[in-house]
């Protein structure tokens, strides 16, 4: 198949980080991606085989030449996205968490039960992510099968790589009547039925949205919802994603219930699996990184969030040493950005925060908490192949035979905070410049699965 | 002079924050400035005056109407930039600040001795700054007396409000021989030279661009320099900038050397008066904070760059409630974006950061420092009518006889990450969206004393 002609090829600097800690920097080579979106040939400038492919690409008509300032990144992947929580990004970030679901997210979340306007949200929110280089999200949907099966065809139809679950919330004592699973019987058949919807979409062998169990957390289930959904994890072998020790009432509040810490019951239930993805879990002491990494379930760190809910930083340093599979979550609308990049910088600063420590008023070495710190190299990896690794997905590097998943990030764009010192900045220097200041003006262009979703 | 005819009015939505952690909406209004810059009338759109004003500004073609959507702002103020970093924003932030001063700083800034690149930095980052909305800006020279008066030539030439100071450095123990002032008696002399050279500038009575006596920090100036410079100060009333307090190492330098902490340094030496700007600051304890409230002092919180090179986040709340005039800086390169909402973001979160504490390990009681939160709403107050009282300026809000150095926000700009919900938002909302989603696309106008200085 690979010696098939390629249906694009491009040729430019390529900026990726395989290994972790890295910076890859692959000036003037070509990439070749085959018509059904993998990627044929990373061939580097000084390859014997340069010459050929390019004389060919340029005869087929299907070279697509970088113009200097201009690079090719793997696309982004966002483990952790609340979809319906889109109209309220960047607001409301001063409220307790108890007040911020039940007063605002609740009711805004109650509101896709009307199609129409889950329509408009999804439609605004899966091209504004795809236009921030979003090429993988996880999506928490709401609890309406019809708004969320919406959103999977949304994803599909503008070709974004997506898990998406029906979110499952059906305990009484948490969740409010104008908004839950209308009974535990009708939270799993729900869930059944999106599966079934998703699985259902015409793929090419290799589709772009997945399905995902979906238990808000522990909290908001009842015992037999979290059974319930362990039984369908073990029949459709899907992806699961919920929030794990977020906030220490969340953490207390499952060790009152269950008598253990959340690893442990999501585990004991087994909704603990290689395809589990763990939301903010920055509770988590050294015996549930073990359980999470004896089960390769993944971490989704949303550093943003972290600041307005968690009220801590995840210990990501520790979890990435323990050798945990650890990705970046944006956790629109806990989070107010809808970039990924902005993320990586939030990472970076945070896990500073939990290097150096806040308070001033402490002595500098009682401060803070040593080899914490991560640097833009590793937030990138984190927001790439750190993502693509939590899921399971061959995307976040340009490697043969995986996905052509991309983003073309243009520094030479005229009115963008991304300004690059051709005689000062060096390839890391850029990546660095780019994680700080390009947005989605200098996001020029995005493939996934080979198709370019943004022009 | 109030009653002539305004040369610009303009008809729609203000949002500012005259009062602190308060968001007055002034739906429908007119502003109404003077051909020298000045706010004439503000005038509420219930008032009777109002019919007439609107009639009278149609005619005369004077008349500016938002449409839906938009918002005029008052304009912002960075209390701490260095303006030759500007290369360098958004790279270098892994570095130790040791490593990072001698390695990278300390040789670009060198650089300026070259005037033609001196001018190339300086324009780009006059005119990034304005698109920024910043229209008053502090600015750190370099020790070279030529660019920095260009510097403020470009401020002056593109219409920006800008404090400036050549920095002095003599001290050769802490200065590389390639980078300081020759002398001391060149460093004063330099300092003087700028000070003429700004006071020189043609201005209506009003000026926009003032000088600033400027150390860069006690460490790099002998005595004999902070002496000399205080007597500049007391000859020509100038501002005065420098660094405060900043890192650990630096505020224990200050004793070791001098027998007492930095305000007190600073204070006996005749450079902490009503003009002053201390950046950074996080270092400082109740007797710092009654020091510099006495001398009434500015201090200039500039938070992303916190978390890189303090070790430490600012008790802001802190200094805000015991009286101390604080506002916001980027202070780039430390701080990585030349954005002030960016960092009214940063303020919010740091502040978070440390009234919650970070680290997960410990215990939610013992991990913070209660009450320390900024909201939205103060962040803002601090970007406009914080950094105005800082500086001693009348600007940073929309009030008759004030400057009106303005910014029109356009929350309806496709391919922005700015998405209003109409039927959804409140104008608290909508100024919260723009603090954490609004980027310079979003910018359409700034004037600064009434001319407009981005198109």
């Known amino acids: ?48 085989r340069h010459p050929e492919i390019l004389s060919s690409a340029r005869e087929a008509g299907t070279l697509t030449e970088l113009r200097p300032g201009q690079y090719l990144l793997p696309g982004f992947v966002d483990l952790h996205i609340h979809a319906p929580q889109w109209p309220q990004m960047g607001k409301a970030l001063e409220m307790p968490l108890n007040e911020w679901l039940q007063q605002r997210t609740f009711p805004l979340e109650a509101k896709y039960d009307d199609i129409d306007f889950a329509r408009q949200s999804y439609e605004s ?62 939270g799993l058949d729900g869930t059944r039925e999106l599966i079934e919807h998703i699985n259902a979409i015409p793929n090419n062998g290799r589709p772009l949205v997945l399905p995902a169990v979906t238990p808000r957390f522990i909290p908001s289930c009842t015992d037999e919802m979290l059974h319930g959904l362990a039984q369908i994890v073990s029949e459709y072998g899907c992806h699961v994603q919920t929030h794990c020790s977020e906030s220490d009432w969340e953490h207390q509040y ?11 019951s999501l585990d004991r239930i087994g909704l603990l699996t290689g395809k589990t993805i763990l939301a903010h879990s920055n509770l988590i002491d050294d015996e549930d990184m073990s359980t999470i990494k004896a089960r390769a379930s993944s971490v989704a760190h949303c550093p943003l969030s972290n600041l307005y809910f968690s009220h801590s930083v995840f210990p990501l340093r520790k979890a990435l040493d323990s ?10 609308s806990g989070g107010p950005s809808p970039s990924i990049l902005h993320n990586c910088q939030s ?4 896990s500073r925060a939990l290097e150096d420590g806040v308070n001033p008023r402490m ?22 192949v750190g993502g693509a690794n939590a899921l399971g997905l061959k995307v976040g590097q340009f490697r043969q035979d995986f996905e052509f998943d991309a983003v073309l990030v243009d520094t030479g764009v005229a009115g963008s905070n991304l300004v690059v010192w051709e005689n000062l900045d060096s390839p890391d220097d850029i990546l660095q410049k780019i994680i700080y200041n390009a947005d989605r003006q200098n996001i020029k262009n995005v493939w996934v699965q080979g198709r370019q979703v943004r022009a």
């Not at 499952?254 to 442990?264: A, E, L, P, S």
């Open 1 to 48: 198949m690979h010696d098939a002609p390629a249906a694009i090829v491009i040729h430019g600097t390529l900026l990726h980080t395989p290994v972790f800690g890295e910076v890859e920097v692959l000036a003037g080579a070509l990439i070749s991606v085959t018509s059904d979106g993998r990627i044929a040939t990373v061939c580097p400038q000084n390859s014997p």
């Open 125 to 186: 929110l899966v091209d504004n992510l795809l236009a921030n280089g979003t090429t993988t999200a996880a999506y928490f949907g709401t609890v309406h099968v019809a708004a969320t099966t919406l959103l999977a065809d949304i994803a599909h139809d503008k070709g974004q790589r997506a898990i998406i679950g029906k979110v499952a919330m059906d305990n009484i004592d948490e969740c409010p009547e104008f908004y839950r699973d209308n009974s535990t019987t009708a």
């Open 254 to 264: 499952v060790i009152d219930r269950h008598g253990m810490k959340d690893t442990q």
């Open 323 to 332: 050798g945990l599979k650890v990705g970046l979550g944006t956790d629109i």
């Open 347 to 350: 990472a970076i600063g945070v």
């Open 363 to 384: 002595a500098a070495d009682d401060r803070g908490t040593p080899e914490s710190r991560i640097d833009f190299r590793e937030a990138f990896w984190m927001a790439t």
